[in-house]
């Protein structure tokens, strides 16, 4: 039974460029997060999909964009890339969008803005 | 939104001995209070949750206690061993979203 998975694990990118992360929840599960985790601190919340659209969406500006598919995998995508945008990027997964579902977290792509 | 606030945020004991590890939330409507516990270079991992309609949660050596009136709830880890070195998260989740607010992380370390 996969977890969580991500890809691709690392990421190197420069300033204005645009990039696409990718996620496969774990199976069972049809509810996928994103978390951005800058060095030294706890995640923070992105944006959630169930059922194919976005259901919640936390302080993240519009360049944060995502996706999730029938097959209930999802993409972020950071367009106009900042600096201030390096992080490891976090999905998580979860049986339905209610609250207290346990969420399940891949193993992150760490994305370096230069 | 929800603020929680995790502290300390560096923890060091000698193995064997006790940690305890806090946090406080603002949102009264949050009912869902789980732990993550994150070693280097990997995934969060669920160690412990706890929610609103219970007062302490244990699992071996790990308990997690809710106060809800005071609106805090802790991580307790006995018997401390070197693999318990990590950075741990707690988050606290409001009643009617799947929205997960962390703290900062406390970085606990055991020394052998």
């Known amino acids: 039974d996969a977890g969580v998975t991500q890809s691709p694990t690392h990421l190197i990118k420069t300033r204005g460029q645009q990039v696409t992360l990718r996620c496969s929840p774990k199976?069972?599960?049809?509810?996928v997060s994103w978390y951005q985790q800058a060095l030294g601190q706890g995640p923070q919340f992105i944006f959630q999909?169930?059922?194919?659209?976005?259901?919640q969406r936390g302080n993240f500006p519009d360049r944060f964009s995502g996706h999730q598919f029938p097959n209930y995998s999802s993409e972020l995508n950071v367009n106009a890339l900042l600096l201030g945008d390096s992080a490891l990027y976090l999905c998580?997964?979860?049986f339905g969008a209610g609250s207290g579902e346990k969420l399940f977290f891949g193993s992150g792509t760490q994305l370096s803005v230069l | 939104g929800e603020n929680v606030e995790q502290h300390p945020s560096t923890l060091s004991v000698q193995e064997g001995d006790s940690a305890v590890i806090k946090c406080t939330y603002s949102d009264s409507a949050s009912n869902y209070f789980p732990w993550y516990k994150q070693e280097l270079g990997k995934r969060p991992q669920l160690i412990i949750d706890?929610?609103?309609?219970?007062g302490e949660k244990k699992d071996q050596r790990i308990a997690v206690t809710l106060n809800k009136t005071a609106k805090h709830f802790s991580l307790h880890i006995t018997e401390t061993q070197p693999e318990d070195s990590a950075v741990y998260f707690c988050?606290?989740?409001?009643?009617?979203?799947?929205?997960?607010?962390f703290g900062s992380g406390t970085k606990l370390n055991v020394k052998p």
């Open positions: 999909y169930y059922e194919e659209e976005e259901r």
């Open positions: 706890i929610r609103s309609n219970v």
């Open positions: 199976s069972g599960h049809d509810t």
């Open positions: 998580a997964s979860s």
């Open positions: 988050a606290a989740i409001p009643y009617n979203f799947n929205k997960f607010y």
